[in-house]
């Protein structure tokens, strides 16, 4: 059974930093493409990261692009999301997300997938003084 389990979220003061985690268990992500998504109560979901199966490259949402960083650790089987200069606005659900394919240099540079196939249960990350 594919599981990727999120942690680190909480509450976070207005230009304050906070990395998430997410780990999984019953698949090892180093072959597959990952990403994290976010999603606030009555808007779309938003796509804000994803890097490549190599960790070679990563792509970001306009949102975030400059204020988060996306990484991935193989020998833990772990992907982070650094989040740094963070704003109310970034109050969401953050969810890490797995493909169950290869997601090459080339295909993140033009974007992150529509569409994952593994999913986090979430994180709250709530920005407000």
């Known amino acids: 059974q594919v599981q990727l389990v999120e942690s680190g979220g909480g509450l976070v003061q207005p230009g304050g930093s906070m990395t998430l985690s997410c780990t999984a268990s019953?698949?090892?992500?180093?072959?597959?493409?990952i990403g994290w998504v976010r999603q606030v109560p009555g808007k779309e979901r938003e796509n804000i990261a994803c890097i490549s199966s190599s960790g070679g490259t990563k792509n970001y949402g306009d949102s975030v692009r400059g204020r988060f960083t996306i990484s991935r650790d193989k020998a833990k089987n772990t992907v982070y999301l650094q989040m740094n200069n963070l704003n109310p606005e970034d109050t969401a659900v953050y969810y890490c997300?797995?493909?169950?394919?290869?997601?090459?240099?080339?295909?993140?540079?033009?974007?992150?997938?529509?569409?994952?196939?593994?999913w986090g249960q979430g994180a709250q990350v709530t920005v407000s003084s």
């Open positions: 997300a797995s493909l169950r394919v290869y997601l090459s240099d080339y295909e993140a540079a033009r974007g992150c997938p529509d569409e994952y196939d593994y």
């Open positions: 019953g698949v090892t992500l180093d072959y597959y493409g």
